[in-house]
């Protein structure tokens, strides 16, 4: 569970900038269609003799979400930390669970990155050209559709009993799936500057979502420290860590007073590893305990 948390904290840091340019038209295209535009193949849901027009509509948009997440310039912007992470469970896939190698790395870009995205894209900021539009039912329910699609896709399994009205879908599904194995091989076949990965986090990530990020990696350091095979790499995250401190001493910008952000900024331009997302206010907070405790 705590690993589930880091994971999409930190994604959620870096793919912003995938997620607006690779989807974002789409998704928004998507949202202001009108209501007689229909997905829904649900017997339950919808009259029978407009299935067969839904589920072309549905698989179009599904092919068109496809076809930008898997083109040359989808697969280009991908954030380097999350084609790194790929390799990892890559690399672990192959040693533990050869066979499921491809479900792995399909789970973490599409289970915890994209279609969260999609199904829900109010919570990806400037996802959506209006950001207080509100989503409607048919809506939500079109984005849901399209992620199972996505998911069964990246999980290489056709549609069975359980959600027996998108059996009908198993052909696209089985169409395809060599289009994902090549994507999920374009997209570990990687090559990085270490000091550059992380390049793009302060322009797309909040100082908040930076700090939340801290504040998680802090709080379980020794488990994930105790995970590393490697003493060395062990060490590294220790010193990286102990350079950063702990995020209980530090303030994000977001939660200072608009007033005085501008100086704050100005004052920590002059150390660039602090300036990236937070202060540190010991001092102002030593006055404000001080204070208190006199009160």
Avoid: W
């Avoid at 380097?80 to 192959?94: P, T, Y």
């Amino acid at each position: 569970a705590h690993a589930n948390k880091i994971v999409k904290a930190y994604l959620e840091c870096v793919g912003s900038n995938f997620l607006i340019e690779t989807l974002g038209k789409i998704i928004n295209s998507i949202i202001t269609e009108k209501a007689n535009v229909e997905y829904e193949i649900d017997p339950s849901r919808v009259d029978s003799s407009a299935i067969a027009e839904n589920m072309k509509r549905l698989e179009a948009r599904t092919k068109m979400i496809l076809d930008a997440i898997f083109s040359r310039e989808g697969v280009a912007r991908l954030p380097s930390g999350l084609r790194i992470l790929a390799q990892f469970i890559s690399e672990a896939a192959q040693v533990h669970l050869p066979s499921k190698e491809g479900v792995l790395v399909g789970a973490l870009i599409f289970l915890r990155f994209i279609n969260p995205a999609i199904a829900t894209p109010e919570i990806i900021k400037g996802l959506l050209v209006k950001a207080k539009v509100a989503i409607t039912p048919p809506a939500r329910r079109k984005f849901i559709l399209i992620t199972k699609i996505l998911q069964n896709l990246s999980n290489q399994k056709p549609f069975g009993a359980k959600e027996a009205f998108m059996t009908p879908l198993t052909p696209f599904v089985r169409s395809h799936s060599a289009a994902m194995e090549d994507y999920f091989k374009q997209v570990l076949d990687f090559q990085y500057n270490p000091m550059l990965v992380h390049q793009e986090i302060s322009e797309s990530a909040s100082s908040a979502d930076l700090q939340i990020f801290h504040a998680l990696i802090f709080t379980h350091r020794e488990q994930i420290r105790d995970s590393f095979k490697s003493t060395a790499d062990a060490t590294e995250f220790e010193q990286i860590l102990l350079s950063l401190g702990s995020y209980e001493d530090k303030l994000s910008f977001s939660l200072i007073e608009p007033v005085h952000q501008k100086a704050v900024q100005k004052i920590l331009a002059q150390d660039a590893e602090e300036a990236l997302y937070v202060g540190y206010i010991q001092c102002q907070t030593q006055r404000e305990r001080k204070k208190n405790k006199d009160a």
